[in-house]
């Protein structure tokens, strides 16, 4: 399954929306579907984990939807940490693996 | 609370083998709930799966690699390991070993990361 992630740049300012794609070339299990963020120098962050759900300590100014091929992230309001690379990721069971989108990244406009 | 930390060598030659470890701190690599995993990200590029282990010794591995590399686990030492071997230029890389959940306790996501290191494949 390939994972692509639109648009590869999002040109922003504090305190807009952001709206970030990730597409599927094979309809996937919303339960298989997760979201992170990177920071220059550090490791990824769970986001969002099973399309929707955030993982402990997110802010619920991020949101995740979407189902069979086409999922989202959501930023309604962007915070100056939030300024980033987003990351969707996905699993498949057969055979077990996981396949990242090449990314998008969000700077300040 | 867990931790994970990468250790070993920085730079291997090529065609040698690339050996890394993460220790878990805070938290037990026997836990039935977890897989354990490693993640490479080359310089200024995104993120590939490399593969997993659980605490028995069962692996799933990244096919395009699955040729080259090992992953085992050491409970006595609270330690996974990688091996890579034949490496070239294409595999400097910064490696992460990482945690996920096994699907009958959570989906699938990796919920905690070590903090990298790098690996450089140079003569």
């Known amino acids: 399954i390939v994972l692509t992630q639109s648009p590869g740049t999002l040109s922003l300012s504090p305190g807009e929306r952001a709206t970030l794609s990730c597409r599927t070339s094979q309809s996937v299990s919303s339960s298989y579907l997760a979201w992170y963020q990177q920071k220059s120098g550090q490791a990824p962050r769970l986001l969002i984990y099973?399309?929707?759900n955030r993982a402990t300590g997110i802010p619920d100014r991020f949101s995740g939807s979407g189902s069979g091929t086409d999922f989202t992230l959501t930023i309604s309001r962007l915070e100056p940490e939030d300024f980033a690379v987003y990351y969707c990721q996905q699993y498949d069971t057969t055979p077990t693996s996981f396949t990242f989108g090449p990314g998008t990244t969000v700077d300040i406009k | 609370q867990l931790q994970l930390q990468e250790s070993g060598p920085g730079l291997v030659r090529p065609s040698e083998t690339l050996s890394l470890h993460c220790t878990v701190s805070g938290g037990s690599i026997t836990n039935s709930n977890y897989y354990w995993g490693w993640i490479r990200q080359p310089p200024g590029k995104g993120l590939e799966w490399i593969g997993s282990?659980?605490?028995?010794?069962?692996?799933y591995y990244n096919p395009s690699l699955s040729s080259r590399i090992t992953i085992s686990v050491d409970t006595s030492k609270n330690q996974f390991s990688l091996r890579l071997s034949s490496v070239s230029a294409a595999d400097t890389a910064v490696y992460y070993c990482?945690?996920?959940?096994?699907?009958?306790?959570?989906?699938?996501?990796?919920?905690?990361w070590g903090q990298g290191t790098l690996v450089t494949a140079s003569s």
């Open positions: 099973g399309s929707s």
């Open positions: 282990v659980y605490h028995s010794g069962t692996t």
């Open positions: 990482a945690r996920h959940p096994v699907l009958w306790f959570a989906d699938p996501g990796f919920d905690i």
